[in-house]
């Protein structure tokens, strides 16, 4: 801890202690700037929707509010007996990160549930088309789908 | 609900690329059990599989994609039920199994003794004689393994649980038409779960050929170690898993009736 600097309690995300103006302070800053700002731009060209969008744009937040106020991290990791404080962020980083996964694979578990159904609903209903054709016009040649 | 009612029986065909056997296979069929009516499910093929089986005189489903042999089967039990047909028998379309043993097959459950009967390649009976059915030795060991499980399991003597020649009745279709059942090859976990949701299963032996052109869905030589695994566990889980009841149903009433089929199909189409 540096009680008394003049310099904000700003810092990147690996953070440095010694070296409280270290250029990795800006580096990190940078990099959850460009994080954050890639997330907008994804929700404005309609490539990220719902509840994703939140949750990365929030994410990115939390990343820019951790490379200038780096205090915080600190605060976390020792309130945790966590050191270096490091070790905090990429503990929680992980964390985070396999929730996400999970909870991924779970919605392509369903999605791919759901596309099963709608392929199988589809192929039914294109048989009975079919048939009402055939149907249809009895006499004249077999109408091929597809 | 545009469902008919058949209350008749149907064959289910799941093919992928076989346009070269197709054609044969539906007419055998179509020769072995007269009444049948045909379902060719076509799972995403790119060549001439729809139209020459169309041409043999099945009805096609054509999947607009490649989704597995296990999910076009389920294609073929959601129709059936659609339809009302009373009985649904399936069989491989690469001329692995004999059409001539459909009626053998599906005696039992068209007359109401079990909901599951089984071809079973390695059963001799009624002087059928069982063939030289050539499969790597691991896999061999593991269907003799899984077999046995399965016996024992189900109470019923299984000798060859991987069997994809099968009549089933239509609540054993509504069963696997539910979408808490995990769908997949027919093997020894599905007739463990199929025993604890109370369907009764019998196997006959039949005659079974060698793929023609030597595919497999089991080749290759990782396989085998990868299934035996696979299977060992998928039992595990079919144990342990809650059972699951069979759907609710009148008591089968006498041959001919209309109103079972029927409502199987509505029940289908309903939300839930």
Known sequence: ?????????????????????????????????????????????????????????????????????????????????????????????????????????????????????????LAILEAERTAAEVKGDEGGGVSEAG | MTAVDHGGVVVLIPAYAEEAAIGRVVTSVREAVPGADVVVIDDGSLDETASRARAAGATVLRHPMNLGYGVALQTGYKWALRRGYAVAAQQDADGQHEAEDLPRILAPVVRGEVDVCLGSRFLAEDGATPPAYRAGIVRRLGMRIFGAVASLATGTRITDPTSGFQALDASVLEFFCDDR?????????????????GFRIREVGVRMYENEDGR?????????????????????VALLHERVPRPARPAKAAAGEGARPSEAATAEGAPR
Not at chain 1, 48 to 65: A, M, N, Q
């Open chain 2, 181 to 197: 059942y995990p769908f997949d090859y027919p093997d020894a976990d599905q007739l463990i779960t199929l025993h604890r949701a």
């Open chain 1, 1 to 121: 801890m540096m009680p008394g600097s003049i310099i904000p309690p700003a810092l990147m995300l690996l953070y440095d202690e010694a070296d409280a103006v270290s250029p990795y302070r800006f580096v990190g800053i940078g990099l959850a700037a460009v994080i954050f700002l890639s997330v907008i731009w994804l929700i404005k060209k309609r490539r990220l929707r719902g509840e994703f969008g939140w949750l990365w744009l929030i994410t990115g937040v939390g990343y820019f509010v951790l490379a200038v106020w780096n205090e915080l991290l600190e605060i976390v990791a020792s309130a945790l007996g966590i050191s270096p404080p490091s070790t905090a962020l990429f503990f929680f980083g992980l964390i985070f990160l396999t929730a996400v996964a999970v909870e991924l694979s779970v919605r392509i578990s369903k999605q791919s549930e759901q596309i099963k159904n709608l392929a199988q609903q």
């Open chain 2, 216 to 236: 497999s869905m089991h080749g290759g030589p990782i396989k085998p170690f990868y299934y035996v695994i696979t299977m060992g566990l998928a039992i595990l």
